[in-house]
């Protein structure tokens, strides 16, 4: 279970890359916006059936701890691939209270604005 987010971002690096081949071979010149989320949790419990697997920060790593190498495997190997890439970085837990936040609201919302700024403008879509 150690490396559990790192396995599962490799996982989603090789479906993004199957993703961006898939639209850009059905011809034209698609638009391919890829959007991410990374948790930052302080804790996790990840589950194999019934058995949980609780994050303890040493052998389990806590999704903040490995989050920042997540963000960077997913930005080097993936981002390049689209037009536009975009991380939302949050704080989940799965455990009561369930608890759901953004890591910096502001940051997400300044990013979302530029994304879709850039796309208009690389498109020259008029709002």
């Known amino acids: 279970m150690a ?3 790192i396995k599962r971002v490799d996982r989603v690096i090789g479906d993004l890359a199957k993703q ?3 639209f850009r071979a059905a ?3 698609p638009v391919c916006v890829g959007i991410i989320g990374i948790n930052h949790a302080d804790r996790y419990v990840s589950y194999e059936g019934e058995r949980p697997w609780p994050t303890d ?3 389990y790593k806590h999704p903040t ?3 920042p190498d997540a963000e960077r495997r997913v930005l080097a190997m993936a981002a390049p691939r689209f037009d536009e890439f975009l991380v939302l970085r949050f704080k989940a837990r799965n455990e009561p209270p369930f608890q759901f936040g953004r ?3 502001r ?3 300044r990013d979302y ?3 879709l700024t850039r796309i208009a403008r690389k498109y020259e879509v008029r709002f």
Request: glycine content about 16%; charged content about 35%; cysteine-free.
């Open 3 to 5: 490396k559990a987010m």
């Open 20 to 22: 961006i081949t898939a």
């Open 27 to 29: 011809g034209g010149d």
């Open 57 to 59: 920060g040493r052998k």
């Open 65 to 67: 701890q490995e989050a």
């Open 103 to 105: 890591l910096d609201e």
């Open 107 to 109: 940051q997400t919302e």
């Open 113 to 115: 604005g530029a994304a």
